[in-house]
């Protein structure tokens, strides 16, 4: 199970964090992404991270890059993805998603497991 947290609204150029328990398996062992989907559009991907086991990287998309950071405490089964200067285009749903893979993608079909999702919005 995943479980998202930490969305809201927020004024442009602020910032948010999203945290991402997850439960009933090992995180240690599992990819994570972050990925997100604003009215009337398409889902995307914004942020995934490798397994610790492999390297712990991270991939970000071009649109946030400078911007996110993605990280992973196993200890805690929590993936965070901390959000600063945020824009109105940031507005959406965010899902965290578990895949059973090492090395991290943003390809939304290499996840097996996804979470309900939290609003984030950017507005003044």
């Known amino acids: 199970q995943l479980v998202e947290s930490g969305g809201g609204l927020v004024q442009p150029g602020g910032s948010l964090r999203l945290s991402c328990r997850t439960s009933g398996f090992t995180l240690d062992y599992y990819a994570i992404g972050w990925f997100r989907q604003a009215p009337g559009k398409e889902r995307e991907g914004v942020s995934c991270?490798?397994?610790?086991?492999?390297?712990?990287?991270?991939l970000y998309a071009d649109s946030v890059k400078g911007r996110f950071s993605i990280s992973r405490d196993n200890a805690k089964s929590t993936v965070y993805l901390q959000m600063n200067s945020l824009k109105s285009e940031d507005t959406g749903v965010y899902y965290c998603?578990?895949?059973?893979?090492?090395?991290?993608?943003?390809?939304?079909?290499?996840?097996?497991?996804w979470g309900q999702g939290t609003q984030v919005t950017v507005s003044s």
């Open positions: 991270i490798s397994t610790s086991g492999y390297d712990g990287s991270a």
């Open positions: 998603a578990a895949g059973v893979l090492k090395i991290a993608t943003m390809d939304a079909l290499e996840y097996n497991y």
